[in-house]
């Protein structure tokens, strides 16, 4: 009897959470940056961040770097999703079902670092006061350390889960066998 690899289902699972969210989070996008851009009519803000326009110009122009991108990142997100969903559920390949988890998994990977580098950009050139500054950039390398953190726990869980099938298919193959 061959074992159902559960360890994939619940990492597809989490993995429709996590697109259904960013999903959630980029129709929500304007409506955060429009807020913030209004809290930056109080005067004691715009004198540390450095002048209410800057700001507003910074955001306009991060606007169009990072809607493309994170648009881009989670179409790509998707399409990897599906096709391991495909693999697992129509074509019963665990393998490459593995395999397209893990692309995804690298694909979130580079999405995430490269929004907290142009993120970490953003906040050098929009911040003038050093500790909220410092602050927001260490938040970032927090954030990042996290995330890194996370792909190689979620990575480790799918390697050693496919091996771990692999085995359990092997082993009743050979039980096949010997009767």
């Given at each position: 009897m061959e074992k159902k690899p559960v360890f994939l289902y619940v990492l597809l699972g989490l993995?429709?959470?996590?697109?259904?969210?960013?999903?959630?989070?980029?129709?929500?996008?304007?409506?955060?940056?429009?807020?913030?851009?209004?809290?930056?009519?109080?005067?004691?803000?715009?004198?540390?961040?450095?002048?209410?326009?800057?700001?507003?110009?910074?955001?306009?122009?991060?606007?169009?770097?990072?809607?493309?991108?994170?648009?881009?990142?989670?179409?790509?997100?998707?399409?990897?999703?599906?096709?391991?969903?495909?693999?697992?559920?129509?074509?019963?390949?665990?393998?490459?079902?593995?395999?397209?988890?893990?692309?995804?998994?690298?694909?979130?990977?580079?999405?995430?670092?490269?929004?907290?580098?142009?993120?970490?950009q953003l906040v050098r050139s929009m911040i003038k006061n050093r500790d909220l500054m410092n602050s927001l950039l260490s938040n970032n390398k927090y954030t990042a350390l996290a995330f890194v953190a996370i792909f190689l726990i979620l990575s480790a869980i799918a390697y050693f889960g496919l091996r771990r099938y692999q085995k359990s298919v092997e082993e009743a193959a050979l039980d096949s066998e010997v009767f």
């Open positions: 993995s429709a959470l996590s697109v259904l969210l960013t999903i959630y989070s980029l129709v929500q996008l304007p409506s955060v940056l429009e807020s913030f851009t209004s809290y930056l009519d109080n005067e004691q803000v715009a004198q540390q961040v450095g002048g209410v326009e800057v700001i507003r110009l910074q955001i306009a122009a991060s606007k169009w770097t990072m809607t493309p991108l994170s648009l881009g990142m989670t179409a790509l997100n998707f399409i990897l999703f599906g096709t391991s969903a495909f693999f697992l559920f129509f074509k019963k390949d665990v393998v490459k079902a593995t395999y397209a988890y893990l692309a995804m998994r690298v694909a979130a990977l580079v999405s995430t670092m490269v929004s907290l580098m142009i993120s970490n």
